[in-house]
């Protein structure tokens, strides 16, 4: 695998053989940083990149609706943007893993200030021929009293958090949960884990999708899960969906997930068992 780094723009880690790499994680040049393009190991886009309805939808990404009224999701006329203040640090390890952190501050519009000082390490993990892992450890520290929320849900609402929106020709999509439901719309389902998979054009069984796990030490575990199927398949890790939160100054919110990336589509005891597997290999 070749990992390239273009300072102050993304990282990206490509096989050498295909055009479009494995996975980019822009983290400079727009209002925050995410994953795009995110393909499976066969190479099947997973991601959708500033749809005309919601431009702000990136791949895969971390942020909170409202702080102390300020908007950190929609990108209008003023908002909140998360600021890297050096590039990255990146390391890597004997197993082909890659860890990066960068600390972030999420800054008010017009000046206003920085409500969080963020360190986020991300660890990308290859697993097996069938699947990889995204690990996302995220310490917030406020910087002033804050109040986290989310436009209330009514018939759409009550997001934020980590959110993956996925490719328009990612078809017959279908959200799975741990107790062998699916949804087209779960609003506020608490779960440890949720999969979002389905079919890409191509040839005959070309399947894959993405699952993103919620670790038993975040706050409100297990967090409601937010989203939906078809042309707009999008889901969330909607901590805030509920009910808002008060954080002190100086407090740190540390928030940890999986996104494990896979072709095919992968039933419930196997999801189940790579669950277990993150639990076990994640315990500091």
Not at 262 to 283: F, N, R
């Amino acid at each position: 695998m070749i990992l390239k780094h273009s300072i102050g723009e993304y990282l990206e880690l490509s096989n050498g053989e295909r055009d479009e790499p494995l996975w980019r994680y822009v983290y400079g040049g727009k209002p925050k940083p995410f994953f795009h393009p995110l393909t499976t190991p066969a190479g099947f886009c997973l991601s959708l990149f500033e749809p005309h309805d919601h431009f702000w939808h990136r791949g895969l990404w971390f942020t909170i609706k409202f702080i102390n009224g300020e908007n950190f999701w929609e990108e209008f006329d003023k908002f909140g943007i998360q600021r890297g203040l050096l590039p990255p640090s990146i390391n890597h390890t004997h197993d082909g893993a890659v860890i990066w952190t960068q600390d972030q501050l999420w800054e008010c519009p017009n000046g206003a200030g920085s409500v969080f000082a963020e360190t986020r390490k991300i660890t990308y993990r290859p697993l097996d021929s069938l699947s990889y892992a995204l690990d996302w450890d995220i310490s917030l520290t406020a910087q002033a009293n804050l109040i986290l929320d989310r436009t209330p849900f009514t018939t759409w609402g009550g997001y934020s958090g980590l959110t993956m929106r996925g490719n328009r020709n990612w078809q017959q999509t279908q959200l799975r949960f741990p107790d062998g439901s699916t949804s087209d719309r779960p609003t506020g389902i608490p779960a440890n884990w949720a999969d979002l998979s389905g079919v890409f054009d191509g040839g005959d069984q070309k399947e894959g999708g993405i699952a993103l796990f919620d670790h038993p030490s975040n706050v409100r575990h297990p967090q409601p899960w937010y989203g939906a199927t078809g042309a707009g398949h999008y889901f969330n890790a909607a901590f805030l969906f509920h009910e808002p939160m008060n954080v002190v100054e100086g407090e740190t919110l540390r928030l940890r997930y999986r996104a494990l990336v896979h072709d095919q589509i992968w039933g419930v005891p196997k999801l189940q068992t790579a669950y277990e597997t993150y639990m076990e290999t994640s315990s500091d």
